[in-house]
């Protein structure tokens, strides 16, 4: 069994969402968008998707590193990819990792007629979601007040919706970031939904030691869950001092380089109550999955960032808390459901109890529209 292609396909789609200069997604008019499908080719006549990847890297250093090898021999080819060709040809970064590592796990889904939840040893068939929010932002019916956030809590609630997650303002809005407003955005969220919702708030990340310690403070007042990521998390010395101050869980690393040798750092300095971590983050589901044990060695919680079909696969197989699986984002001007036009349907379909019900078909689950696909793809010109 070996791998004959690596093959990145290029498709246009309707988007409604844009990037700001941070990185960060708020809602837009539609205008056409590119999507890519990473697809690893066997000569088993099975194939291994993911949605995601850069073609340039997928052809410079992706295809000539994958050509002949075992696609069940993932562990050597993470390892390959992280000590050979990382550090040497840059480029090749966590997240693009994580696709190729993706991929390779659909296709061991797909060759075996096994959900990858079942493969790395099933633990759960659903669980439970929070809705995430959108950055603030200063638009029209948007997130532009305290109130604003208060209304569409609100509103996500009688959607069933029975925990929310709030990102806050953030540069390169002008008067943000405002840790008094961070403040009122959740009073005005927890007057809205009641005493026993868990809210989380996921504020801007570069507030000093005082900021974030006025706000966790804040947010013991207010009952919240927990708070993530306030500070730049290159200062885990900074982290060991709030965690030791507040009461409140902290919830961290979630996008600081350095996959599980990191989180093994921040768990033994006690920088954070519960730790942070996506296949995005991590470099795939291999790697997740490290830092799964690795937490439930030291008995710490885990929370995996972000949603999708590989972060779900893991919260189905992962036995530590894990309690939450991020749904979002969302925004009052923004339909979630029709993200993703080129699969036939949602890869988080949420139940009335807050519960999404992770995928049970093989590999990473999805039931991609290749009809779709093939009608929007872009052609390359080689
Ligand atoms: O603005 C965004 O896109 C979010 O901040 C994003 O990074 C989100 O994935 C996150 O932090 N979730 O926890
Ligand atoms: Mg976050």
Redesign the pocket.
Known sequence: MKIVDVETIVFKYRSRRQHDLA???HPAPGHDALQTLTVVVTDEGVNGYCFGGSKEINDRIVKPALLGKNPLDREKIWQMFYRRLQASRGGLNDRQLAIVDMAMWDFAGRYLNQPICKLLGGYREKVWAYA?T??GDEMEEGLNTPEAYGRFAEQLIKQGYTAI?L?TWMPPIEWAPDPKRDVAACRAVREAVGDDVPLML?CYHGYNREQALYIGRELEKLNFYWF??PMDEHNIASYVWLADKLDIPVVGP?TAEGKIWTRAEWIVREAADIIRGGVGDNGGITPLMKTVHLCEAFGVRLEI??GGAGNLQVLGAMGIPGEFY?RG?FHPNYDYESVTPWLKEVIDPVDRQSHVHISQKPGLGMEIDWDFIEENTVKSNK
Request: proline share 0%; glycine share 12%; aromatic share 0%.
């Open positions: 990185g960060h997604s995430s959108m950055c997650k990102h996921d993530e990521e979630e960032h972000g991020e984002l």
